[in-house]
């Protein structure tokens, strides 16, 4: 059957429209007011920090399923880029980007320390950014949901 595999419905997106089998598809839904959504949303990874600097931080990630979702609702979705890497001494790796599903929104990861004492640590973030490894080494940022 188009649009199906291994027991879940493909929704493919071309442009703004659904790629869905019509008639196939309208028929299955037919008498329903509303489906489950299941979702897994992983927000952009933190950059690295510079000379001897930390790694970046994973980018947080948010899983489940949404109840009775009516059919006519437009979900809106938002990926979240990886943070940059620091390119000098003075700044940190930049934090991720937050991704969004709906209204469930997964935290961007930490950018890493660097070797100047007042950037060595990292960054808070969905996972925090690496602490820096110089003489005195900075503490990883902590994680945030």
Not at 78 to 94: E, H, L, R
Not at 113 to 123: E, L, V
Request: charge should be neutral; charged fraction near 10%; proline fraction near 3%.
């Amino acid at each position: 059957m188009p649009g199906k595999s291994d027991g879940f419905w493909l929704l493919k997106s071309q442009g703004t429209s659904p790629n869905l089998p019509d008639p196939v598809f309208s028929n299955l839904l037919q008498g329903q007011s509303g489906i489950d959504v299941q979702y897994l949303v992983v927000a952009g990874g933190g950059g690295g920090g510079w000379d001897m600097g930390g790694g970046g931080g994973a980018g947080g990630y948010r899983a489940g399923t949404l109840s009775g979702v009516p059919l006519s609702t437009n979900l809106t979705v938002t990926v979240g880029a990886g943070g940059n890497g620091s390119s000098v001494v003075t700044a940190k790796g930049s934090n991720g980007n937050d991704s969004v599903f709906s209204s469930i929104a997964a935290t961007g990861g930490g950018g890493g320390g660097t070797a100047a004492a007042s950037y060595k640590n990292g960054a808070d973030g969905g996972s925090g950014g690496g602490g820096a490894g110089n003489n005195q080494a900075g503490a990883g940022g902590a994680a945030s949901s």
